[in-house]
């Protein structure tokens, strides 16, 4: 069974920096996606930073010259740096693992770490 377990959210100041990992564990397949999604309140979850196995990444344009995301393929863990952080980054993080199983996505979720930042 897949588990995703997150770490490192917390209070921010405005223009501050925080760094969030992931820890996978379980059996799944060595191609696959890790990242970070995000939701705030009152508004949908939304992409923040994906890296492939391949080494393809993809961020949220609202993220874009500020988050970094990296990965330990052979840890499996997932990590995201925050920096200049905005009082709009306020949400709750959840990490992400993507993979195909016969032709099929499939996605499994952390419990999700609240971060907040103050203006």
């Known amino acids: 069974q897949v588990e995703l377990v997150e770490s490192g959210g917390g209070l921010a100041q405005a223009g501050g920096s925080l760094t969030l990992s992931c820890l996978a564990s379980?059996?799944?397949?060595?191609?696959?996606?890790m990242g970070w999604y995000r939701q705030a309140p009152g508004k949908q979850r939304e992409l923040v930073a994906a890296?492939?196995?391949?080494?393809?990444?993809d961020y949220g344009p609202s993220v874009k010259g500020r988050f970094f995301v990296s990965r330990d393929k052979a840890k499996n863990t997932v990590t995201l740096q925050m920096y200049s952080l905005k009082p709009e980054d306020t949400a709750v993080y959840y990490c992400?693992?993507?993979?195909?199983?016969?032709?099929?996505?499939?996605?499994?979720w952390g419990k999700g770490t609240l971060v907040t930042v103050s203006s």
């Open positions: 992400n693992l993507f993979f195909v199983v016969n032709d099929r996505g499939v996605d499994y």
């Open positions: 379980g059996g799944f397949d060595s191609i696959n996606t």
């Open positions: 890296l492939a196995s391949g080494g393809m990444t």
